[in-house]
């Protein structure tokens, strides 16, 4: 009895040493974990970037031409690489509209890139996306029909905006635009896809692009009309129209030209073109179908 005293200290005594030593493993732990912790971060904080990953939607620019744009750029320490730096470089590839860059750990960068959509050719070198910016780049590159805008500096999304306009009418018609001026004094003039051309003036467009398309018909079937030769013969001529100018209240004017030349024909342009033609009233078109000649 006279031992337990003893014994029982001698218990507390153990159980704070294995105490003691379990603090000390863990310490220990804990400070070499640190210590390789603080190696593999200074390591890395070192490493370069060994990928670069180029993506998005991209029918013109090229994956060397980004990876060329962004060589000037030290990619030898991953975490001190500017993703502002190299979205600024790669913005300013022609046809590059917007671009994204992330960097992923360990050592990937990725870049995003979304290219410019070409709707139109504007004033012959620059090119107009569908949200009326102009930009240049290689015209070659594009592979579809665009249409040709010519007109004042910064009107390009008021062109655009109207394109659309006479494009959703005409498209009835099966005809679209292949050419649109718009003058210094914001007049319209349009080229249509059988070489017709269209002079619409200043105001009411929209009603006389309807004339237009109301009358467009009757007039291309009176494209024959006989002209009388030295020898007082008549002979039968085809003609196809050249122009109409539509810059009347209660009637156009018709420009005509022979189909025999139209394979030698170069076509003018249209602010050239409406320098003569022959008036016609809505009263006089409606007599045509009763069978009178076109220039009565």
């Known amino acids: 009895m006279t031992n337990n005293p003893n014994t029982k200290q001698n218990q507390q005594a153990l159980t704070f040493g294995l105490g003691l030593a379990f603090f000390v493993v863990v310490l220990m732990s804990l400070v070499s974990g640190g210590w390789w912790l603080v190696q593999k971060l200074i390591a890395q904080e070192t490493s370069p970037v060994s990928s670069v990953v180029i993506s998005g939607e991209m029918p013109y620019t090229q994956k060397q031409e980004v990876l060329n744009a962004i060589s000037a750029i030290d990619l030898g320490n991953f975490f001190q690489v500017s993703v502002n730096d190299i979205q600024a470089e790669v913005s300013v590839l022609p046809w590059v509209y917007s671009v994204a860059v992330r960097k992923q750990w360990p050592d990937e960068v990725k870049i995003y890139i979304v290219d410019q959509t070409p709707v139109a050719l504007w004033n012959g070198d620059f090119l107009l996306n569908q949200f009326g910016k102009a930009f240049q780049a290689d015209i070659n590159q594009v592979k579809h029909a665009v249409p040709h805008f010519y007109g004042p500096e ?3 999304i008021l062109a655009l905006e109207n394109y659309a306009n006479f494009s959703s009418l005409l498209n009835y018609s099966a005809l679209s635009i292949d050419e649109l001026v718009l003058s210094e004094r ?76 139209l394979s030698s024909i170069k076509w003018q342009k249209i602010n050239k073109i409406l320098n003569c033609g022959e008036k016609l009233s809505l009263a006089m078109l409606s007599t045509i179908e009763e069978g009178l000649a076109l220039n009565a």
């Open 154 to 156: 910064g009107s390009e």
């Open 186 to 261: 914001f007049s319209w003039q349009l080229t249509l896809s059988d070489g017709v051309m269209l002079n619409l003036g200043r105001e009411e467009r929209v009603e006389r692009i309807q004339r237009f398309i109301d009358l467009y018909p009757l007039i291309k079937s009176h494209g024959s009309k006989k002209v009388k030769k030295k020898n007082n013969s008549n002979k039968l001529l085809k003609q196809a129209v050249d122009y109409i100018d539509l810059r009347y209240d209660t009637g156009l004017a018709v420009g005509w030209k022979s189909v025999a030349k």
